[in-house]
């Protein structure tokens, strides 16, 4: 059984950090892209982030520049530091898995994690 589990949620106020961890079981991590999304209050889920096999990554453009995705395979575990956060970076932010990077959708989700940025 796959399981995809995020940790490190919290509040923090304006122009502080978290990171977020994804540990993941029941799959060959070294095998999956992994992505972070985003779902803030009200709106639909977003795509943040993702890291290749190789370790290639790719950030959408509100986040450039402050986040950080890395993976440790040895630990099955992704990685997203959040520098910077900003009022607008609340969210419940999920990891995904998916062994191509398709996203529509992948082929697994975590439960999510609350991050809230007060201003």
């Known amino acids: 059984q796959v399981q995809l589990v995020e940790s490190g949620g919290g509040v923090v106020q304006a122009g502080g950090s978290l990171r977020l961890s994804c540990a993941t079981s029941?799959?060959?991590?070294?095998?999956?892209?992994m992505a972070w999304f985003r779902q803030p209050p009200g709106k639909v889920r977003e795509f943040v982030s993702h890291?290749?096999?190789?370790?290639?990554?790719y950030y959408v453009d509100s986040v450039k520049g402050r986040f950080t995705i890395s993976r440790d395979n040895a630990k099955s575990t992704v990685y997203l530091q959040m520098n910077m956060l900003k009022p607008e970076d609340t969210a419940i932010y999920f990891c995904?898995?998916?062994?191509?990077?398709?996203?529509?959708?992948?082929?697994?989700w975590g439960q999510g994690t609350q991050v809230t940025v007060s201003s």
């Open positions: 995904a898995a998916d062994p191509d990077g398709s996203w529509s959708p992948p082929n697994y």
């Open positions: 890291i290749d096999w190789s370790g290639d990554v």
């Open positions: 029941g799959l060959t991590f070294s095998n999956y892209v």
